[in-house]
């Protein structure tokens, strides 16, 4: 007789930090892996980040079968404010305040029909006591869309939640500007050409735990620079956003998952990538630059330069991530949708659930119905 899948909940802090190695096994095993699901991403957001907020409740839940850890569902509980509207929900770690792309419960394709099946008998028996479960930020093939759009007790909400603009990288990076348009690959050599004949300009990446601390500071501080200069409304400013940044990238560097690419003229910064490198895919996740070279476009040309990186280093995908900036349109024309998914456990939830569904229909009436003039 088969063994049975069981599974736990793990609910303070010490038990997750004690998840560390059992959680990166599996997670290297899995069939689908997003650097936002590692441990490392997911422990140091709970570590920074639930202090400041009382309500926050670590609710993980670990799958077993004989003994082994064949999945686990990074997830806890929080208090939100929707309107009028008070609600207890669950969502994923790492879904507020950072932005986490692709997440999902974490397995081998082995496990996906029993949890496409049971996921949401066991999320309606874990948190009857909440009013919502709300999952940001998933794609659609994702086990946990398939699993919640497939619940037959009850409404889901689903709705595009952002895009992620990424390019699919060709075999060098001669092929991948030819798909630009003439005058943006134009642009690309003359100014790369034009920056590179200043004195002492040189590219440099940083990718060693060592040296990750100093080059994260540069990070934060050519992005405040022109956030000042540009009068920009920025949140990865805050000193918490700070303080997770610091601490999470140094143990990501442990693994060699961190390329920090530094534009420097005559050995100072004026432009930086902040990304991450994992499963052959590069990640962009921050940027920053001197206003005072902006007629350079050191933006464009630093780049320019990682996605040669990623072409030469034989990756398959450069991430934009989250996010529909015009920018990301000149580099590429392909996107994926995130999703995020609304399904009501109590009668304020439906109520919240019924409110959401009648102000997107209005919407998209206004957005359909022609003006009379």
């Excluded at 009850?154 to 798909?179: A, M, N, W």
């Amino acid at each position: 007789m088969e063994s049975a899948i069981t599974y736990y909940k793990v609910q303070d802090t010490q038990s997750f930090a004690a998840l560390e190695k059992p959680w990166k096994a599996l997670l290297g095993k899995a069939s689908k892996r997003s650097i936002f699901l590692s441990w490392e991403w997911m422990y140091t957001w709970w570590e920074c980040y639930h202090q400041k907020h009382s309500d926050w409740k670590l609710s993980i839940l670990v799958f077993k079968k004989n003994e082994e850890i064949v999945a686990i569902l990074p997830l806890y509980e929080s208090t939100l404010e929707y309107g009028i509207f008070r609600i207890r929900r669950v969502g994923f770690l790492g879904d507020q305040i950072e932005s986490s792309d692709y997440l999902d419960i974490i397995t081998t394709e082995k496990y996906y029909t029993y949890f496409r099946s049971n996921i949401n008998e066991i999320l309606h028996n874990e948190f009857s006591h909440t009013d919502m479960i709300h999952f940001t930020g998933i794609l659609e093939d994702s086990v946990i869309h398939d699993s919640l759009m497939g619940w037959q007790n009850g409404t889901v909400l689903k709705q595009e939640f952002r895009i992620c603009p990424y390019i699919p990288l060709p075999q060098s990076f001669d092929d991948y500007l030819k798909t630009l348009s003439s005058n943006f690959r134009y642009n690309i050599r003359r100014r790369t050409k034009k920056i590179l004949k200043l004195n002492d300009a040189a590219f440099n990446i940083i990718s060693k735990p060592e040296e990750v601390s100093p080059a994260i500071e540069k990070v934060f501080d050519l992005h405040s620079v022109r956030a000042r200069q540009k009068s920009l409304d920025t949140k990865f400013l805050k000193e918490i956003r700070h303080q997770f940044h610091q601490r999470c990238a140094v143990r990501m560097a442990q693994n060699d998952w961190i390329k920090i690419f530094l534009l420097n003229i005559e050995k100072k910064a004026i432009a930086t990538l902040y990304c991450f490198d994992y499963q052959n895919t590069l990640y962009y996740f921050q940027s920053g630059f001197d206003p005072q070279w902006d007629k350079m476009s050191p933006g464009m040309v630093i780049m320019a330069y990682a996605i040669r990186y990623a072409i030469e280093n034989k990756m398959n995908i450069f991430d934009f991530m989250r996010g529909n900036e015009a920018y990301k349109f000149n580099w590429t024309d392909k996107f994926y949708y995130l999703y995020e998914l609304y399904k009501p456990l109590s009668f304020k939830g439906s109520l919240l659930l019924k409110s959401m569904g009648v102000k997107r229909t209005i919407a998209n009436l206004i957005k359909s119905t022609p003006l009379i003039k």
